[in-house]
């Protein structure tokens, strides 16, 4: 069955500290994966996704993440971390011919300045 | 850049009672979805709608929940008789004729049964 695992429920990192949020997931096929972000009361942010061809995907607001199909991880990844950047962060994959999505259940970042 | 909305952004109703959650989509999108996230857990797939008709639905949308597309802007999700294990947020999302995952959501209804 098609899934999603996020390890980590809550990560606090140093403001200008590096982030490494980690997703791996369970795919018959090629998939279809993407990064999300919600900020508290607000919806869901696309942050970047992943399709097909280069495995390092660069998306908004400074974010990266890099598929790696032998570990079955789609890592996002922040060189700098940002205040702002505190919210919650939901790896996806897109599922089955009408591209539903199933997510993982979420890492919450916290910030300290 | 385009949005979709939802109203009301919060609704609170008491237990047995029906409740429409509303959205509208983006003008140029053609595929409709709806996802809850019940406090503190992940996001669910409820069920997608395309060209009047639901094309997907998962486990949670019984005969409880019900969709509709009763004009060309709106998107309706109905809940008929709540409970209060349906109190989550619900976000509305559509997408457009690629098919390449060109989601955006809406920010959301917290709907709250009492």
């Known amino acids: 069955a098609q899934s999603v695992t996020q390890p980590d429920i809550h990560i606090t990192v140093s403001e200008g500290a590096s982030l490494e949020l980690r997703c791996n997931y369970s795919?018959?096929?090629?998939?279809?994966l993407f990064w999300y972000v919600q900020s508290p009361g607000q919806g869901l942010q696309l942050l970047l996704k992943y399709f097909s061809g280069d495995t390092l995907v660069q998306g908004i607001k400074g974010f990266e993440a890099e598929f790696k199909r032998s570990q079955s991880s789609f890592n996002l990844r922040k060189p700098s971390v940002h205040w702002s950047d505190a919210a919650e962060y939901f790896c996806?994959?897109?599922?089955?011919?009408?591209?539903?999505?199933?997510f993982g259940t979420g890492t919450r970042l916290k910030v300290l300045a | 850049e385009p949005e979709v909305t939802q109203t009301p952004s919060h609704q609170v109703t008491q237990m047995g009672q029906e409740v429409i959650l509303r959205c509208v989509p983006i003008s140029n999108h053609l595929y409709f979805y709806w996802y809850r996230q019940i406090l503190g857990q992940k996001v669910e797939f409820l069920v997608s709608?395309?060209?009047?008709?639901?094309?997907?639905k998962s486990e949670i949308f019984d005969d409880q929940f019900s969709v509709e597309r009763p004009d060309g802007s709106n998107f309706t999700l109905k809940i008929r008789s709540t409970k209060l294990e349906d109190s989550a947020m619900y976000f509305c999302a559509s997408r457009n004729r690629e098919k390449n995952y060109g989601y955006t959501f809406g920010s959301g209804t917290r709907l709250t049964v009492v």
């Open positions: 795919y018959g096929a090629t998939p279809y």
């Open positions: 709608f395309y060209n009047n008709e639901i094309s997907e």
């Open positions: 996806a994959v897109g599922a089955g011919g009408t591209y539903k999505y199933i």
